[in-house]
């Protein structure tokens, strides 16, 4: 079978009610990005970050998948798909996707703040102020905060190099390293772009860009996939 990888962006999860982040102008749900996602953020205010990362892990659990994500998992029958997310929530899994790499974390997991890898699984709960890892510091979201490494992206780029088939769906591709994923697909490697504005991709022949919400426009490049591939 062809490996097809995707790598997804917030957009995929518009449709389910998640709002994305550079569409809500600056503003993440109110609050400063930097205040909530970085190292400085959590260093001036842990409280609200807590809360913050709460009140998104609630929201991520209310929220269904999508037609979206439901036909990239319905695609594992006629390829073999990893799907490398930068979204925390994991309607992906709650699709049926079975290969996800998560680059930038997940909601559903608290981490230790002195030694990161020490995570612990949340299972829907609240992470409190004053709940601590086996090493006594204070547990934060498992998330990748702006400024700090993304370990995943060795693992992710390896994938991205054996890609037969690459779709971009749902991101604005304004975030490095996951953005820079683009540049290990193989040049004779068609590529998609699902995503209604125009994400920052450097045009090549191999790019299909379809400028359409996740839901319809994935559905468009899986029949496209099936009638060449199969
Ligand atoms: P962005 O908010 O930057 O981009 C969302 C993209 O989704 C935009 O290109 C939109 O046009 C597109 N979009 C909106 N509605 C859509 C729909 N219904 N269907 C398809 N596409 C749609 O989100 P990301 O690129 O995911 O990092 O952002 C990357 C990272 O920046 C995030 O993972 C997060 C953020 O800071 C961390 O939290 C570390």
Partial sequence: MLNLVVLSGAG?????????????GGLWEG???????SPEGWAANPKLVLEFYNQRRRAALE???NLGHTVLAQLEEDFEVTVITQNVDELHE???SSKVVHLHGKLSEARSSVDESLIYPLEGKDIQWGD???????????IVWFGEM????????????????FIVVGTSMAVYPAASLIDFVRHDVPVYVV?????????????TFIRDKATTGLKTVAQELREKFH
Wanted: glycine share 4%.
């Fill in 12 to 24: 995929i999860s518009a449709e389910s009610g998640l709002k994305t982040f550079r569409d809500a």
């Fill in 31 to 37: 609050h400063d990005v930097m205040q909530v996602a």
């Fill in 63 to 65: 929220a269904m998948p």
């Fill in 94 to 96: 709650r699709a049926g």
């Fill in 132 to 142: 601590l890892c086996d090493k006594g510091s204070q547990l934060r979201p498992n």
């Fill in 150 to 165: 993304v370990p995943m992206i060795e693992v992710a780029a390896r994938i991205t190099e054996k890609a037969d088939i």
């Fill in 195 to 207: 995503d209604p504005s125009t994400p920052m991709i450097r045009h090549n022949p191999n790019i």
